[in-house]
């Protein structure tokens, strides 16, 4: 076995070994398990009853899965973010992905002759980051999807409650008329009443999986309406109608900030940029960044400011609305 197989099998070790030792089980979560558990046990609704058989089975059906999941710590909002996704992807899935990209960037900065701690740091931050970043990504994505057609959806249930349709029953339309995130959010919704939750826990269910506040407002308008009355079509046209001129305001913004935005990926790519050309050209010129400290320590401080520097600019440019 060749030196650099070892020290990539080195590495990899080294990298269950740390999620072993910090991402044990913790104490306070076992205790909050056992006073569900007492909790559902002497539950006296019929909601209350449901809701514990359904976390029962969501944890029979995630207990079946890899051992590994259960040192990760967390889990609940991983597993939370992953469902934001809509890819169906599982925890272990993650787990093993962020594995694999740390082997994998460690054994080809290893084979650059890169210093082994640097290397080991670089690939702890991309099993990390990337795929924490490229989870968020899809959810972003999605999340903007769903906005995008969200307001068909809600004009297509006031044309249904105009017609003498019941709510549900236009959820169901909606689950089945509109594609994409929006069909597959109400279809959960429809599924969730159909097993004896009620509407309001249904929906909030699914306003914390996507947390948007679009769909907050929604479920707000649906609560109000059901506890005072009134003409929820009208209600629900309204808040179409607010959606509609919520997202042509971010389109605005988008428009307004483009030049900036711009500018910054320029001046934050420049760096980087020069840095391959010179590597390219010369590469003794630029080696010393790979094992003399002070350059080392050089080059991390300026990526440091760099990120700060993007950080900032990047909530500038960043409008609540």
Known sequence: MTLPTLIIAACFLAFVFVVLLFGGPSVSKAKSRRLAM???????STEAVVAAQMRKTIQAASGQGSSL???????EQMELRLRRTGKGWTVSQYMFASMGLFVVMTGALLVLRTPFVLAALIGVMAAVGLPYLATGRLIKRRVAAFNARFPD???LLVRGLKSGLPVTETFQVVSQEL???VG????GVVERIRIGNTMEAALQESAEMLATPEFQFFCITIAIQRETGGNLAETLGNLSDVLRKRAQMKLKIRAMSSEAKASAYIVGALPFFVFGIVWTMNPEYLSGFFHEQRLIVTGLGG???????????????????
């Open 184 to 187: 597959e959010e109400f279809r």
């Open 69 to 75: 999941t259960s040192l990760m710590p967390r889990r």
């Open 303 to 321: 990526l440091v400011w760099m990120s700060i520097g993007a950080f900032i600019m990047s909530r500038m440019i960043s409008f609540e609305i």
């Open 179 to 181: 594609p994409g995130p």
């Open 38 to 44: 007492m909790k559902d046990r002497h539950a006296a």
């Open 153 to 155: 959806a809600i004009d």
